[in-house]
């Protein structure tokens, strides 16, 4: 169409090189999105990366607390209690004292005792 128009006529019309030169704009715009959605595209991956460092820090924080906890509820509240860990003497209504594991005595003392 364009180059039956130049035959004819001899040139070019301006409405054609104004339209050529609103599709090189759009394309150069194209061209910079694309390169925008790019680099939002690579910003992304690095806070990912950054929020993945992130949580295996503190992961590795909180981990660290709980195995600190666990040693100190092992060996340093076991040898605090240890004088409790004695068989405990329980009194009955028949006046004998019996002997129980402390498990026991720790749960009858805290239980309530309920009469008819």
């Known amino acids: 169409m364009v180059q039956r128009y130049i035959r004819m006529w001899g040139s070019e019309p ?5 339209h050529s030169t609103t599709v090189t704009t759009h394309s150069t715009t194209v061209t910079a999105h694309s390169t925008t959605v790019t680099t939002h595209s690579t ?3 690095a806070h ?3 929020v993945t460092a992130l949580l ?3 992961g590795f924080f909180f981990w660290g607390i709980y195995v600190v906890f666990l040693v100190y509820r092992t060996f340093f509240l076991a040898a605090s209690s240890e004088s409790s860990l004695a068989p405990a003497a329980v009194h009955t ?3 004998s004292e019996t002997v129980e594991a402390p498990e026991v005595a720790a749960f009858s003392s805290s239980c309530i005792a309920v009469r008819p």
Do not use: E
């Open 14 to 18: 301006a409405t054609i090189t104004t």
């Open 43 to 45: 910003t992304v991956a």
């Open 48 to 50: 990912s990366t950054t």
């Open 56 to 58: 295996g820090m503190y």
């Open 93 to 95: 209504d028949s006046g």
